[in-house]
C-alpha cells in the first residue's frame, strides 16, 4: 500500500475543515470567492476519494493512525484511528460526490455568501470524519461538527421559518447526540475500550460473562440507539425532519437530505455490527424486535404522511422518514442479505433525494412552484426537470431497474431468511403509499393544465459568482440534475457488484 493512500483517510477530513477558513479571509478583500473554493475543494476530495477505493479494493482496508501514536508500540486501539473499509469509503464516495454536483446548483441558485460555503466545507468534513472514524468517542466529535454546521446551514434562509426550524434541529439534534454520549460512556465503562476494533472483540467477551457489565452493554445500546434513531429522524423522533427540509434554503436540503442523516444511518449500523456485533444483537432479548418495530413503524408513518402532503419539499421529507425506517428496519434483521440491502438503500436514498431537491429547486427557482398543485403543466414548460423528476420518482418508488428496487428486494429477501414476513408486508405498503405520493405528482405535471399565470420569477436573473448575468436556471442545475437522475438507473443494475464490493466486510461480521 502506498504512503499517499494510508495518508489520504486523515487528509479527506482535514482538508475542507481546515480550507473552511479559507472563503472568510478570501472574503475580507474579495467577494464571492467561496463557490470557487469549494467547488475546487470537494472535486479534489472526489478524485482523492476514488483513489482511496481504488486501495481498499486492493488491501481491505486502510487504516491511519493519527499520529502514529501507539502503532510503533504494537498497542493497536490506544491511538484514534480513521479507517477506510469496504462499507466506510461508498459512504466516503457519496459524500464528496453530492458535495460536489450540489455546488452546480448553487452557484446560480444560491445561498452564495462566503460563510456559506466556510459551512459548507465544514459539514464535509465532518461527515467524511464520521464516515471513516475508528473511534466511538470521536464519531461523538464528528457528530457535533455536522450538527452545528447544519443548524447554521438551515438557519441561513430569509425567512424566520427557516430560524425556527433550525433551533427545533438544534435542541432535539443536541438531545440525541447527548443521550449517544451517555452510550458511549456505559460502553466504556463496561469494556474500558473505545476503538471500535477493539469493542468488537471485547464486547462478546464481556457479554459472555454477564453481570454487572452485562447490564451495561445494553443500556449502552438503548441510549446510542435511541440518539440515532433522533439523528435519523425514526418515529416518533422525527418532528424535526420535515421542518428542516421545507424551509432549509433550496441550495441546502439537496445536500442535508441527501447526506446528513445517511451518513448518521450509516454510523448506527456501523455501531450495531462492528461495535455489538450481529450475536449480541440476537442474543438480547427484544431488542431486534424493538429495531424492527421502530422502523417498520417509521416506514408506514413517513409515507403515510408523505401521501397528504401540499408542499413538495414536505411531502419528500416525510418520504426519507419513511425509507429511512426501512435501513434500519434491515438493520434489525441480523442478515447479510439485509445489511447489503440496507446499504444498498442508503447509498441510493442519497442520490434520488439529492436528485428529487434539486428538481424541486429548480422548478421553485424558475417556474416559482413549490406545492403539489402549482406544479400542473409543469412538462410543457420544463420538461427536463419533469422528467427527471418522474424517472427519480419511479425509482423511489422501486420500479426495476432503478437503484430503488435493488435496495428493497435484498431487504425483502433478508426478511424472508430471517422469517420476519411482516417486515415484507411493510415494504409492499409502503410502495404502494411511494405509489400513491408519487403519482399525484405525476398527474399533476403530465396531465394537468396550468390554471396559474406565468410566474412573476421568469423572466428575472441573477448575477452568478463571476459578476455575469444569467438566467435563474443554469445549465450547470440541469446537467447535475441529469446526472443524479441516470445515477439512479444505471446503479439499479449494480446490485451484484455492490454485493460482491461489500462481501469481505459482511463475511468478517457475520461469521466472527
Do not use: C
Not at 499517499?4 to 483517510?9: M, T
Not at 482511496?52 to 498497542?75: D, P
Not at 438544534?170 to 475500550?193: D, E, K, R
Not at 427484544?286 to 403515510?304: F, K
Amino acid at each position: 500500500m502506498s504512503s499517499l493512500a494510508e495518508l489520504l483517510p486523515a487528509l479527506l477530513i482535514a482538508a475542507p475543515i481546515l480550507l473552511a477558513t479559507v472563503p472568510i479571509v478570501l472574503g475580507l478583500r474579495f467577494d464571492r470567492t467561496g463557490w470557487s473554493v469549494a467547488a475546487i475543494t470537494t472535486t479534489a476530495l472526489f478524485a482523492a476519494t476514488v483513489y482511496l477505493a481504488g486501495a481498499v479494493y486492493e488491501t481491505g482496508q486502510v487504516v491511519h493512525v493519527l499520529g502514529n501514536w501507539g502503532a510503533e508500540q504494537g498497542q493497536q486501539g490506544i491511538g484514534i484511528e480513521l479507517v477506510a473499509d469496504e462499507f466506510s469509503v461508498l459512504i466516503a464516495l457519496l459524500v464528496t460526490a453530492v458535495a460536489a454536483g450540489v455546488l452546480a446548483y448553487t452557484r446560480v441558485g444560491g445561498p452564495r455568501g462566503n460563510t456559506f460555503y466556510a459551512g459548507y466545507l465544514l459539514l464535509v468534513g465532518g461527515l467524511l470524519g464520521l464516515s471513516m472514524t475508528g473511534d466511538v468517542f470521536n464519531m461523538f466529535v464528528f457528530l457535533e461538527i455536522v450538527g452545528l454546521a447544519t443548524y447554521a446551514m438551515i438557519a441561513s434562509g430569509d425567512g424566520p421559518e427557516s430560524a425556527v426550524a433550525a433551533l427545533k434541529y438544534l435542541i432535539l439534534g443536541t438531545v440525541g447526540a447527548s443521550m449517544y454520549l451517555i452510550g458511549v460512556g456505559l460502553l466504556f465503562m463496561a469494556t474500558g475500550a473505545l476503538n471500535i476494533e477493539v469493542l468488537g472483540r471485547v464486547v462478546p467477551e464481556v457479554a459472555a460473562a454477564g453481570g454487572g457489565d452485562l447490564t451495561l452493554l445494553r443500556g449502552a445500546f438503548a441510549f446510542i440507539f435511541v440518539g440515532f434513531a433522533l439523528k435519523v429522524a425514526q418515529w416518533p423522533l422525527h418532528t424535526w425532519q420535515p421542518d428542516a427540509y421545507q424551509h432549509a434554503p433550496d441550495g441546502v436540503t439537496p445536500v442535508i437530505a441527501a447526506l446528513v442523516s445517511t451518513v448518521s444511518a450509516y454510523a448506527l449500523g456501523r455501531i450495531m455490527y462492528n461495535v455489538f456485533g450481529p450475536e449480541f444483537l440476537v442474543a438480547t432479548p427484544y431488542l431486534t424486535e424493538i429495531v424492527v418495530t421502530v422502523g417498520a413503524i417509521s416506514v408506514l408513518v413517513g409515507s403515510g404522511l408523505a401521501v397528504i402532503q401540499r408542499d413538495v419539499k414536505r411531502m419528500f421529507a416525510y418520504s426519507s422518514v419513511s425509507q429511512f425506517g426501512l435501513v434500519v428496519a434491515a438493520y434489525g434483521l441480523v442478515t447479510q442479505t439485509a445489511f447489503v440491502g440496507a446499504v444498498i438503500h442508503l447509498i441510493g436514498h442519497g442520490v434520488m433525494k439529492a436528485g428529487l431537491f434539486i428538481a424541486a429547486g429548480i422548478v421553485a427557482l424558475g417556474y416559482g412552484a413549490r406545492t403539489v398543485d402549482e406544479y400542473a403543466d409543469l412538462a410543457s414548460n420544463r420538461p427536463v426537470v419533469a422528467a427527471s423528476t418522474g424517472v427519480l420518482l419511479i425509482a423511489l418508488i422501486g420500479i426495476p431497474p432503478s437503484v430503488g428496487f435493488i435496495g428493497k428486494w435484498y431487504i425483502a429477501v433478508g426478511a424472508v431468511e430471517a422469517e420476519v414476513w411482516p417486515v415484507a408486508i411493510v415494504i409492499f405498503l409502503s410502495t404502494m403509499l411511494t405509489l400513491a405520493y408519487a403519482a399525484r405528482l405525476l398527474e399533476k405535471m403530465y396531465f394537468t393544465p396550468a390554471s396559474v399565470v406565468e410566474s412573476p420569477h421568469s423572466s428575472e436573473s441573477v448575477a452568478a459568482d463571476g459578476g455575469e448575468r444569467l438566467e435563474l436556471v443554469s445549465i450547470g442545475m440541469l446537467g447535475i440534475l441529469v446526472v443524479l437522475t441516470l445515477s439512479a438507473v444505471l446503479l439499479g443494475f449494480a446490485g451484484g457488484a455492490f454485493f460482491e464490493w461489500l462481501e469481505p466486510f459482511t463475511t468478517e461480521v457475520f461469521t466472527e
